[in-house]
């Protein structure tokens, strides 16, 4: 049981590696009975692309393996991207996530979109813009509306962040060939932290009519560290039937992952949401991205969107935590955060059991220029 | 003054070609004073990223050469997509266009957007359905809505397309470092003819909150050739002062390429819009996309969004020209058209003097499964 990465050692190539507590196991400098081009890679996309009887091979063959003499302190590494990342699509797909939206923002009507509980409401995303965790997240401008009048232009002032899982996609599909259901798992091989940063006052002016552009096009950053499905298969849940009940391109007992997650502001645990606070299964999301007929690649990533429970404690983001910004948190040096300030710091982490997923670190910059 | 693209011949490996009449000069059997490897590839990529001063290079030795010992026969090669697409993006910019659909959908309101004359509206579409003209169009199947009750699950029996411009990326930027609207340009690398198919039913009931998704990305094809932006410089048309004026980072005297453009229905030209009526320019829509650190890759897309004359004959979708359908269209064999049928073709062709845009075809086939 391993989390995969991409590792480079100073004036060396970057290579794919396995998570062995502070130390990466690179799997280049293993005899794994697989091709060594496989490891000695810049991503993990080739070793993605082989499908679930390499990953198992892979997986069995590092747990039998002597990793000691391939051990390289994670103090002595740079971790990057894992994934090259072909299309990026972010779902919507917490029940508790939309409907604290709703509440806020339509409290006449009902707290969900009419659609939602018949598909995963998603969008593309831009995929030029997946960074590391680490990576600095400079504070992006734009235009907002303040007041009366139009609009205004300059740094974003209502920034926030979303705790979300993504799935990496391994196992290419054809053009035209919907992938069922039942077979979505076969494509996903494995688990990201990700933190889809947000302009609230860019988002507010610009999604209507055609959804998020430049509010969420900044940055995305995910953890380093993909773990591979097969480790999150005995920590599958069952989630309560759908009601109504789906289509039956979308038809399966629902399921999600049971992983305990972690928002963290300035060193100060915030939320505490659950990967169980999922409407709609990562495999509903992938057979609902495909029906069309759309085809996925190697290294395609699917957000969640917020996971957010039903508890105070459970939101995962301020928009929701500060219920958009009318009831300031206050932390525990007295200061208070409606939204991100410069210079705070978001961790995510997450688990369950023995399985942890990398964190996902991001320190906010001033707005350049 | 050529387009590129990539072609293969039968048993040969792709590589990069000049488009000259009924032939494509192959630029990697040719001596142009640049590496062979700029050529020897599947796609114009490597040589989109060297910038303007090799495209101008290469160009002027092109027109310089003795082609003849280099081309090959359209008719013995076969072309295929000329960009590795990276992120692609797809704009709203006619305002003619914008209009319609408000007029049709929002009669009560203001028929544009209250955001559109502040900021080209966008959203991110799906890369990896990006293909080449001559591409089978096979139906999308997804869900929509009909009289009372739930969403059906079946065939989009609302299939049109839509006739737009695409701008492609050469030189890719750096990440949180916008783009200027005066450097644009500089980044482009030139122009292509887009299709974007759009399931209408699957957009009507999918795209509120979050845009379009399975509407759109089933599939969206572009022409073969790629125009320099450079062989367009001359054909830049002035357009009215935009009202009220954009904010600075958006400000430049607005322009427009002068191509004359054709939407072919089963062999009838239905519709004969120009390029020249879009609202916001290729180096706004750039620069807005951005202007919030959001960094470009070579083979980034760009499209223009449907382009769209004031005229009745200048509409580039069968949802302005019938009216979401109230006014079909009569073709010359006396059957009519309110959305695309099974068996259907459509062409789109373009160009302005001796520019001549790849055209782009496809045919509907009828929906699997």
């Known amino acids: 049981m391993s989390a995969y990465g991409v590792f480079r050692r100073a004036g060396e190539a970057p290579r794919v590696g396995a998570r062995e507590g502070d130390a990466v196991v690179d ?30 091979r892979v997986a069995e063959a590092l747990a039998a393996a002597d990793t000691e003499p391939a051990r390289v ?22 029940a508790h996530h939309a409907a604290n939206v709703g509440r806020m923002f339509r409290p006449d009507d009902d707290p969900l979109p009419v659609n939602w509980r018949h598909l995963p409401v998603g969008y593309h995303g831009r995929s030029s813009t997946v960074v590391v965790t680490g990576t600095p997240v400079v504070r992006p401008r734009g235009q907002y509306v303040e007041g009366e009048g139009g609009p205004s232009f300059g740094a974003c002032r209502l920034l926030d962040l979303e705790l979300e899982l993504g799935w990496v996609v391994g196992v290419p599909s054809t053009l ?76 399966e007992a629902p399921w999600a992952y049971d992983l305990d997650l972690e928002l963290e502001l300035d060193g100060e645990v915030v939320a505490r949401p ?20 759309a085809s996925l690649r190697t290294g395609d990533l699917l957000g969640s969107g917020t996971v957010s429970g039903p508890g105070r404690e459970e939101r995962g983001c301020l928009l929701e935590l500060t219920w958009a910004g009318s009831e ?24 369950v059991g023995e399985v942890r997923l990398g964190e996902v670190r991001g320190r906010v910059e001033p707005a350049r220029g």
């Open 176 to 251: 035209g060939e919907p992938v069922g259901v039942e077979h979505a798992l076969e494509h996903l091989f494995g688990v990201v932290l990700l933190n889809d940063w947000s302009a609230r006052d860019l988002q507010f002016w610009e999604m209507v009519p055609l959804g998020p552009f430049t509010a969420k096009s900044f940055l995305t950053s995910i953890s380093a560290w993909v773990v591979p499905t097969a480790d999150l298969e005995p920590h599958r849940v069952p989630l309560d039937p759908q009601e109504p009940p789906p289509l039956p391109y979308l038809h």
């Open 73 to 94: 302190p994670l103090a002595d590494v740079g971790l990057l991207l894992p994934v090259e990342v072909a299309d990026y699509v972010d779902f919507y797909s917490s």
């Open 27 to 56: 799997l280049s400098a293993l005899d794994l009975d697989e091709p060594r081009e496989l490891f000695a890679r810049p991503s993990l996309n080739a070793l993605m692309a082989e499908g679930p009887a390499t990953w198992a």
């Open 328 to 351: 300031p948190l206050t932390l525990a040096d007295g200061s208070t955060r409606t939204f991100l300030e410069d210079g705070d710091e978001v961790v995510l982490r997450g688990g």
């Open 274 to 293: 659950s990967g169980r606070h999922l409407y709609w299964s990562p495999a509903q999301q992938l057979a609902h991205l495909t029906v069309n007929g």
